[in-house]
């Protein structure tokens, strides 16, 4: 299973942009990248999944480039309520992964 | 609709006992997924179920954990002679796989677990 590395943490303060990167350099051909979003005392949440190229919903975008080897998620114009740990995985669309990892805490400042 | 649930909220044990979490998924999931979160840590998977399928225990980290799910629904995970490295928060997921369909996990709220 592809092993991914994300930064450990990140700070922004509110009202700007946030890119958390992910890298996957193993990535196997049939691997799909998700994110969640965990909250303190709450489980993980869903936020994106793409295979290539550019996803977007109504929380975030996630940037996957031509070599699959990393993926970057995007969350536009942050606010304080989006201080939370955001994790990447990797792996095959018919048998989620389960290797969430540490994540990246992320903490908006005002 | 109902999301995963998961009982006790918290558990407080001593050393050495037994405990037993439950978990309730989505109805219609035919995934159900454990994990433990220690403090400040991310998620460590424990043990995943789909269907009538053999479990896939490979996250399990001794002998004194094991899980079960009766009837394709309900899960619960016990712990045996629970140690204070044990103390964690253990949560739940399910999903449901259906071809050509992202398999969001959705997880519940958590078991704390204290081993005092």
């Known amino acids: 299973l592809a092993k991914t590395t994300q930064p450990i943490s990140m700070d922004s303060y509110e009202g700007q942009e946030v890119n958390i990167t992910c890298s996957h350099n193993n990535i196997a051909t049939n691997d799909y990248i998700t994110w969640y979003q965990q909250f303190p005392s709450q489980g ?16 975030a975008s996630l940037f996957i480039p031509a070599d699959r080897k990393s993926s970057t998620l995007s969350l536009p114009r942050v606010s304080l309520s989006d201080t939370a740990v955001y994790y990447c995985l ?3 669309r018919r048998n989620n992964d389960m290797r969430f990892g540490a994540g990246t805490r992320l903490t908006v400042k005002p | ?9 918290n558990k ?9 979490l439950r978990c309730d998924p989505i109805s219609g999931h035919t995934a159900l997924y454990w994990y433990r979160q220690s403090l400040g840590q991310g998620l460590e998977f ?12 490979s996250g399990l980290p001794s002998d004194r954990f094991s899980a079960e799910r009766t009837g394709g629904s309900v899960s619960t995970l016990t712990i045996q002679r629970t140690q204070q490295e044990d ?3 253990y949560l739940c997921a399910s999903s449901l796989r259906v071809s050509g369909r992202i398999n969001e996990q959705f997880f519940g709220p958590g078991t704390r677990l204290t081993v005092l």
């Open chain 2, 12 to 20: 407080v044990t001593e050393k050495g006992k037994d405990v037993e």
């Open chain 2, 1 to 9: 609709g109902a999301g995963v649930s998961q009982s006790p909220s």
């Open chain 1, 90 to 92: 990797v792996g095959d």
């Open chain 2, 87 to 89: 103390s964690a928060v």
């Open chain 2, 46 to 57: 424990l043990i995943y179920f789909q269907g009538n399928s053999a479990p896939d225990k």
């Open chain 1, 44 to 59: 993980p949440r869903f936020i994106i999944q793409g295979y290539k190229t550019k996803v977007t919903n109504e929380v």
